[in-house]
């Protein structure tokens, strides 16, 4: 009766707006910041439960709307494991974050609780990030007002964070592992040395350059600047860190850059041919690109997608593979990519002999995938993704670096694939140890940008997005290639892309924002322009 009382009291403070309808969607819930604080609140409370279910194991909430624009915000929660929020829990997030009264509210918990079995008797544990954004503070108050709540539970303030740290931090705490902040820059920066350390000789002479990183003025640059005083052998240099007077996401970011095509806010001329990066709002996202010498204007960009970081790092990975003896073990590599990835992507990877699987938009379902490997490697063509290692692939691993007598190839190979293990992050794609990984390949293979970009050229493509009444009345098969409503559009979809060579376009309802996506490629980029376009149509 008191945790009634304690939830009924608290939730009158956090009334929900009127005519506010959310979705947890591919990323938790987001809209305008304004709108969001009863939202938080009550995820507050959800992550109190999440907890109490999974024996007071640590579970994460992190407040972020990521590469969208500054005055919108999010939340999100993370499993004990590092991972998204099982979804089965879901809909009760849904249920809850859209309830309108404190009354339905607390009725919902009790339903919730007893078809549950969540063990009430206190303990709960929440760790608390939020991004840079300006309204993170007061939201960041709305959540620990939730959690506490939930009697007996507590809330760990950890302040700014990237999402991936967020991650990092929970899965290293419930793994009883050390899981302060500096303890992820400790192990990204010795995982890094230890690639390095094993370049072999021949390679070293190849002169190392710098990268140019472009921080989407979020809390990304600003870790790279700490994590910077962490690391030997890499010469970063860092722009739009949001200290300079630059707008979050705004004219720069990897969203920006993947989806226009040109380059950040900073960027320019000054630096064609240079080897640049550029992260998302939150910094779980990270795509390359350089200026390329023919550019008039400096400002189009050829892009290394995630497709792109992808293809480099299985090519790494396999190679380390083809190295060690497996004992017949037929080592499992996979990898996992979605409708978004561009087909040329897709040719090349199985031209090497990968298996290539597909999963939905969203890395919770790449993840899920990936898992089923004993590496699994997914990326979104939007520079979100990882590499996943089996528990009991790893320990193989392990046990074999034991064996091996240090300084043989297979050794050095073994001891390669543990340290990606611990530089690249297990629980979710991480822009900081992605751009440590892809600069410790490219110095192990001696390889440019431009080299690195040769691997395949990308077929054109176009994505635009459609702004509609109701997105949801555009609704795809599980692979998301097909629409099966409105009736009657994917015929004339079909009819569009049979216009065209090497056409392929699908579209479906975005899971974070109002809109629906329309995704075209095709021979030449007049083609995939046209085909986005008329596909856009056909939705409006
Ligand atoms: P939606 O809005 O559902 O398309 C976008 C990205 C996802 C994922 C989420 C989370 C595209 C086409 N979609 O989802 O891949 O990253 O945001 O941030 O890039
Ligand atoms: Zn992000």
Known sequence: ETQIASLLKSSELYPIPQSLKLSYGTAGFRADASLLESTVYRVGILSSLRSLKLNSSTVGLMITASHNRVSDNGVKLSDPSGGMLSQGWEPFADQIANASSPRELVSLIREFVEKEEIPMGGGGEVWLGRDTRPSGERLLRAAEIGVGSVLGSVAVDLGVLTTPQLHWLVRAKNRGLKAAESDYFENLSTS????????????????????????????????????????????????????????????????????????????????????????????????????????????????????????????????????????????????????????????????????????????????EKAAEYDVGIYFEANGHGTILFSESFLSWLVGKQK????????????????????????????????????????????????????????????????????????????????????????????????????????????????VVRVYAEASTQEDADSLANSVAQLVK
């Open 192 to 367: 890094f040395k230890c690639l390095i350390d094993l370049i072999p000789v021949e390679k070293l002479e190849s002169s190392r350059s710098k990268v140019v990183l472009d921080g989407a003025n979020g809390v990304g640059g600003q870790k790279m600047e700490v994590l910077r005083g962490f690391l030997s052998g890499l010469d970063v240099e860092i722009r739009n860190t949001g200290r300079d007077g630059g707008v979050l996401n705004e004219g720069v970011g990897a969203d920006f850059v993947q989806k226009e095509k040109v380059v950040p806010l900073g960027f320019g001329l000054k630096d064609v041919g240079m080897r640049c990066a550029s992260f998302d709002g939150d910094a779980d996202r990270l795509v390359y690109f350089y200026v390329p010498s023919e550019s008039c204007s400096g400002d189009k960009v050829e892009l290394l997608d995630g497709d792109k970081i992808l293809s480099l790092f299985a090519l790494f990975i396999k190679e380390q593979l083809n190295s060690i003896d497996d004992e017949g073990k037929e080592t499992r590599l996979g990898v996992v990519q979605t409708a978004y990835a561009n087909g040329a992507s897709t040719d090349y990877l199985k031209e090497i002999g990968l298996e290539v699987v597909f999963a939905k938009t969203g890395v919770k379902h790449l993840h």
């Open 403 to 514: 064996v091996l007598s240090q300084g043989s190839d297979e050794h050095d190979a073994v001891s390669r694939l543990v340290a990606v293990s611990n530089l690249i992050n297990q629980a979710v794609g991480d822009a900081l140890s992605g751009l440590l990984l892809v600069e410790a390949i490219l110095q192990h293979m001696g390889w440019s940008v431009q080299k690195w970009n040769e691997l395949y050229k990308d077929l054109p493509s176009r994505q635009v997005k459609v702004e509609v009444p109701d997105r949801t009345a555009v609704v795809t098969t599980s692979e998301e290639t097909e629409a099966l409503k409105p009736l009657g559009i994917q015929d004339a979809i079909n009819a569009e892309i049979k216009k065209r060579q090497r056409g392929r376009a699908f579209i479906r309802p975005s899971g974070t924002e109002d």
